[in-house]
């Protein structure tokens, strides 16, 4: 199993070697040259195992010969014996035929964890075998940068810098960040939009010069292993409501499209899913360009689901590849184009291929609270704002068949946004330990502008010391 760029200018690399670079250097993401495929007995086999034993098979089959069995097995199992729930993430039955899955049991309390811890094992794997040291630059837009911090923080071989947008997360979003003591971590709070973090970090990448003086590399879900990682969840689920006999429909919140892309590889995997419902808030990019055939850059806006206060997606360039039939000098040259002039036409053929699979729904402010409220009163579940966003996504488009079981991805602790929960619903989250003993601890980051000399200057003298 090789990587090859959506952008065709770098060559192949294994699995490890993506891992490990996250951004191709021509400015592409990495995809497997070819997609690995399951067979229904496999699939159908997932049905009542171990997640770990589960995950431990799926990403093997991206892994390849770069990590051994075993290996890979003893990670997998180490890096879920951290999670809450011995299910690691559970269906809750809602009604007939309506599904949340829980991805929110981990230590930072998102679906971010999921793929992160792991994704620090297979650093510390591969690092120690090649004796080298990296300097991890993530942007967030509330829960990454948590979770990547939680993940990697005091491990040797490893630097970790933050950029997040200041202001626009909530206090429990930051404060997983900011409290960490650890000397390989540092929090920038960039005044700023996600976006603006997101294009910093994407200028480095692109900066030869710079990334290898300070050994670069990226945990956002521009790294395929965090995609892979999240692809497992939708097997596990799937099988557990009967597939492959029974197709499946998924509605996902999202924001940079990690997520709901796992979801579209899990179905070139062989996975029958029927639909993937993409719930948006008013940066609605992406229900846009599925609806008009533009994907057009809007200005951000700030809301009550931050995670999802994107307006440039960055795993849509590995869809618009699969849709362009890999064509790479197209990707190359839409993407490029999008850089430039914020907007981009995706070709006929394209759009109807991406609409085989997603549907999309822009949700409001007010449709967000209500969400919140009538699932609670409806079901007794207290859901979180992008949890909520996804909820009323699927209940307006729902799955093409109506017996067709549909799952919510329930991708946050409603904890980590106790005044948006509580102005909704009436009622504020139980707080988890893990927030209860941030609560009085020191924050620790530093101001600045999106100012890309000014953050490369800071990673670059944070790398030496």
Request: glycine share 8%.
């Amino acid at each position: 199993m090789t990587y090859i760029s959506t952008r065709g200018a770098a060559p192949p690399v294994s699995f490890l070697d993506a891992v490990l670079a996250g951004l191709a250097p021509d400015g592409g993401l990495y995809v497997p040259d070819k997609w690995p495929q399951l067979t229904e007995a496999e699939i159908a086999a997932f049905a009542g195992r171990p997640y770990a034993e589960v995950a431990a098979d799926v990403i093997g089959r991206f892994a390849g010969d770069s990590v051994g069995k075993a290996d890979l097995a003893e990670m997998c199992a180490d890096a879920y014996a951290s999670f809450s729930h011995v299910a690691v993430t559970p269906l809750v039955q809602l009604a007939p035929g309506r599904f949340l899955l829980e991805l929110f049991h981990g230590p930072t309390l998102a679906f971010k964890d999921v793929a992160l811890q792991l994704l620090a094992r297979l650093y510390d794997h591969a690092l120690a075998r090649l004796g080298r040291r990296l300097t991890i630059v993530c942007a967030t837009s509330g829960d990454t940068g948590g979770a990547a911090i939680e993940a990697f923080r005091g491990r040797a071989n490893v630097k970790v810098v933050v950029l997040f947008p200041d202001g626009r997360i909530s206090d429990v979003q930051r404060r997983f960040m900011t409290t960490a003591d650890d000397a390989n971590v540092a929090c920038l709070a960039v005044r700023g939009a996600f976006d603006d973090c997101q294009a910093m970090l994407k200028e480095m990448f692109r900066d030869a010069q710079f990334a290898r003086a300070v050994d670069l590399s990226g945990v956002n879900s521009i790294n395929f292993a965090r995609i892979a990682a999240q692809t497992v969840y939708y097997f596990a689920a799937a099988a557990a409501l009967g597939a492959p006999k029974r197709k499946v429909a998924f509605a996902v919140p999202t924001g940079n499209f990690g997520d709901a892309y796992a979801g579209y590889v899990a179905h070139r995997m062989g996975l029958p899913i029927e639909r993937i419902v993409l719930g948006v808030n008013s940066n609605d990019i992406l229900s846009r360009a599925l609806e008009s055939g533009r994907y057009a850059r809007g200005e951000v806006a700030a809301t009550v689901s931050p995670a999802m206060d994107i307006q440039a997606a960055s795993n849509f360039e590995r869809l618009y590849f699969e849709a362009a039939e890999r064509d790479p000098v197209e990707t190359a040259r839409a993407f490029e184009a999008f850089a430039s002039q914020g907007a981009i036409d995706i070709p006929p053929r394209g759009l109807t291929a991406m609409r085989r699979l997603f549907a999309a729904a822009a949700v409001s402010e007010d449709e967000t609270a209500r969400t919140i409220l009538s699932t609670l009163n409806e079901t007794g579940e207290l859901v979180d704002p992008h949890t909520a966003v996804g909820l009323a996504a699927a209940a307006r488009i729902g799955p093409a068949d109506p017996r067709t079981p549909l799952v919510t991805l329930s991708t946050a602790h409603p904890a980590k946004f106790p005044q948006t929960v509580k102005a909704a619903a009436g009622v504020e989250p139980a707080a988890p330990q893990s927030v209860v003993r941030m609560a009085g601890r020191k924050e620790r980051f530093k101001r600045l502008n999106p100012n890309l000399a000014t953050a490369k200057a800071f990673i670059a003298e944070f790398a030496k010391a």
